[in-house]
């Protein structure tokens, strides 16, 4: 299973980005799917997560809100739509796949990931 994670940028305070995820070489339709960040010097932390079916979702106390974690199960992409973004969001942000369809917070959960791609918001 390959994920491809893009759509990362330059921004500035209170401007809106999507990332998006492309997933191939397996079932899109029943991962589970997350998004994570990695800020410079910090450890990598949850951001969002949705389940196989797309109804259900779960985010980050820091993001609630201003992102929105979905998915096309049609074509194998998973989205991060986010907005008023702050200079704390700056980050590399990477996609993961958890093979029992849910939407956990636990990176240990998530057998397949992808490479990040790079949001930096500027005040």
């Known amino acids: 299973v390959q994920l491809q994670a893009f759509g990362g940028g330059a921004v500035q305070t209170g401007d809106s980005l999507t990332l998006s995820c492309a997933v191939s070489?397996?079932?899109?339709?029943?991962?589970?799917m997350g998004w994570f960040r990695q800020a410079p010097g910090k450890e990598r932390e949850f951001v969002a997560a949705i389940a196989r079916s797309g109804g259900l979702t779960r985010y980050a106390d820091s993001v609630k809100g201003r992102f929105t974690i979905s998915r096309d199960n049609a074509k194998n992409t998973l989205y991060l739509q986010m907005g008023s973004l702050k200079p704390e969001d700056t980050a590399a942000y990477s996609c993961?796949?958890?093979?029992?369809?849910?939407?956990?917070?636990?990176?240990?959960?998530?057998?397949?990931w992808g490479q990040g791609t790079l949001v930096t918001v500027s005040s």
């Open positions: 993961a796949a958890d093979e029992r369809g849910l939407r956990s917070t636990l990176k240990s959960d998530y057998e397949y």
């Open positions: 070489g397996g079932t899109f339709s029943k991962y589970g």
